[in-house]
T-cell receptor
Framework: ETGVTQTPRHLVMGMTNKKSLKCEQH?????MYWYKQSAKKPLELMFV???????ENNSVPSRFSPECPNSSHLFLHLHTLQPEDSALYLC????????????FGPGTRLTVL | RKEVEQDPGPFNVPEGATVAFNCTYS??????FFWYRQDCRKEPKLLMS???SGNEDGRFTAQLNRASQYISLLIRDSKLSDSATYLC?????????FGGGTRLMVKP
């Protein structure tokens, strides 16, 4: 099983839709992350979970709502998004929440119309 | 000032060339550094960690210069398959901070 998986790989949604992104890690890691990558911008950290507890919320608008039901799964619930939210959303995991190597999933390419 | 800064490039080099990228970081307390590789429309993949003593992995050499607060990546004998964006990563406290990436294009 691939280390970190994400679904869907591509998503197109209207501004009034509600959708969810899913991430699953098979590496036995204890920390999971959501990043946003927009064109020509560095990766932006959105949320960090350590052992299912949110330890970082990087001033992300409330239209993005994370959920971590267990240490292997991470969701990002989306509602009333804006066109500027169109980006590649990457999930990552690491052994712990500290500054250790992170391993990324393939990402969900989101387009908001 | 950005926490981790890289020249975006692109660096266009012929196959077989040696190419080096530098990356500067602003947080003198940073302890962990990495280089990631990201292919077009794909996720970043860990290339190598950067240790104080420097480290080498085949054609790739990474070095850390704490006095000048930069890390470097040297690629020897470039291959066409090395064409990608290389992301420099440092830590700010417990979190990793990614640079904007340096794009490398290796041409025949």
């Amino acid at each position: 099983e691939t280390g970190v998986t994400q679904t869907p790989r591509h998503l197109v949604m209207g501004m009034t839709n509600k959708k969810s992104l899913k991430c699953e890690q098979h590496l036995g890691h204890n920390a999971m992350y959501w990043y946003k990558q927009s064109a020509k911008k560095p990766l932006e950290l959105m949320f960090v979970y350590s052992l299912e507890e949110r330890v970082e919320n990087n001033s992300v608008p409330s239209r993005f709502s994370p959920e971590c039901p267990n240490s292997s799964h991470l969701f990002l619930h989306l509602h009333t998004l804006q066109p500027e939210d169109s980006a590649l959303y990457l999930c990552a995991s690491s052994r712990g929440p500290g500054p250790t190597e992170q391993f990324f999933g393939p990402g969900t390419r989101l387009t908001v119309l | 000032r950005k926490e981790v800064e890289q020249d975006p490039g692109p660096f266009n080099v012929p196959e077989g060339a040696t190419v080096a990228f530098n990356c500067t970081y602003s947080n003198s307390a940073s302890q962990s550094f990495f280089w990631y590789r990201q292919d077009c429309r794909k996720e970043p993949k860990l290339l190598m960690s950067v240790y104080s003593s420097g480290n080498e992995d085949g054609r790739f050499t990474a070095q850390l210069n704490r006095a000048s607060q930069y890390i470097s990546l040297l690629i020897r004998d470039s291959k066409l398959s090395d064409s990608a964006t290389y992301l420099c990563v440092g830590n700010a406290g417990n979190m990793l901070t990614f640079g904007g990436g340096t794009r490398l294009m290796v041409k025949p």
